[in-house]
């Protein structure tokens, strides 16, 4: 199977959990922008994101009205990893990436059915090579990573076919995988692109000591985001899975024990949220990906049997989703950005 970039992707999709697949530990990892069956005015929206079979093959998914709709890229192979659900924005478009015969990545858009390949310049074509597609505004901007030869990523946000690079400088400038054997199983090394929010792009990158940070792009700053509790080690550190409209951030972090912990961040100040059904043990956990507008928090947890479930909280409590029939796991990662209301 190939390897992906970012947590097993979705928990292949961050690093340390980006997951798609990746080096993090099972489960770990997702990204998630998901509100409460009941919250006001804000009912459930559709929801897109990553489930995965019992023989471990990955399927995208839409999630709305109690329903699933199943996504799979026909470019994608069952035996490299299959198709991985991502962004998707009000419009119904759909994106995210899959992983061909050869391991290497290609992005999609799926517009009602009809499916388009994205392969951002300078993506590889070796095994854990290429193009992942994380979200898609409104106006049809794309944002995502591309992972070159050198096994390197980058982040991009491609307008109308116009690619922009993002490389936070202090990300590591190679990778190091082949050089340090205690990382030899880490995500792919540099910067990971994962949304986009205004004219803010936030994701998170990983350092020439394998930490992974947060940050923040915006007007060609760049902005740095460290949960104090975060021990700066190998394969530790802090991942910043969403941002809303009003600046405020969720994503999670690993303890020296490998336990992750999600965490809301608004003026600087830090939130631990751990859902009280995750398990306490190494790769178990909490992990947040998002904070709608409305302030409720998305994100999945690992319990003690190494299970992951997808959760919502808002207002004091937590609420647990359910999981399509046949699946082991879902890693939900977006609604409409016009329903975070």
């Known amino acids: 199977m190939a390897t992906n970039s970012a947590r097993s992707l979705l928990a292949a999709c961050t690093i340390g959990a980006l997951v798609p697949i990746t080096a993090y530990p099972a489960g770990a990892a997702a990204r998630a922008a998901l509100r409460p069956a009941s919250a006001g005015s804000c009912p459930v929206q559709p929801i897109s994101g990553t489930y995965f079979d019992h023989s471990g093959v990955a399927h995208g998914f839409v999630y709305a009205d109690g329903k699933y709709k199943t996504i799979d ?12 659900g991502a962004g998707i924005n009000d ?22 059915g009809a499916f388009t ?3 951002a310049p300078g993506a590889g074509t070796g095994n854990g090579q290429g193009t992942l597609v994380w979200s898609v505004t409104d106006s049809g901007a794309l944002v995502g990573d591309v992972i070159g030869s050198t096994g390197l990523a980058h982040g991009f946000v491609d307008s109308g076919g116009a690619f922009t690079t ?9 990778d190091q995988k082949t050089t340090n054997p205690y990382l030899s199983g880490f995500p792919n090394w540099g910067t990971f692109a994962l949304g986009e929010v205004g004219a803010t792009v936030w994701g998170f990158y990983v350092d020439s000591k394998g930490v992974t940070h947060g940050f923040l792009y915006q007007r060609k700053q760049w902005e740095t985001v460290d949960d104090p509790s975060a021990p700066l080690v190998p394969l530790g550190g ?44 190494t790769g178990q956990g909490t992990e947040l990906g998002f904070v709608t507008n409305a302030g409720s928090v998305v994100g999945d947890y690992v319990d003690s049997k190494e299970t992951t479930y997808t959760f919502v909280y808002r207002d004091g409590s937590y609420s647990t989703l359910p999981s399509p029939a046949g699946s082991t796991g879902t890693i939900p990662y977006a609604t409409p950005p016009g329903e975070r209301c």
């Open 73 to 84: 890229d026909p470019g994608a192979s069952a035996r490299q990893g299959g198709t991985y």
């Open 91 to 112: 419009s119904g478009e759909v994106v995210g990436f899959y992983y061909d015969k050869a391991g290497m990545s290609h992005g999609f858009i799926d517009k009602e």
């Open 117 to 119: 390949r994205v392969d």
């Open 166 to 174: 993002l490389t936070d400088p202090e990300a590591a400038k190679v």
């Open 238 to 281: 802090t991942t910043l899975g969403g941002v809303n409209k009003s600046g405020e951030a969720a994503g999670y972090y690993a303890d020296r024990n490998g336990v992750f912990h999600g965490y809301v961040e608004s003026n600087g100040t830090f939130s631990t949220l751990n859902d009280p059904e995750a398990g306490t043990k």
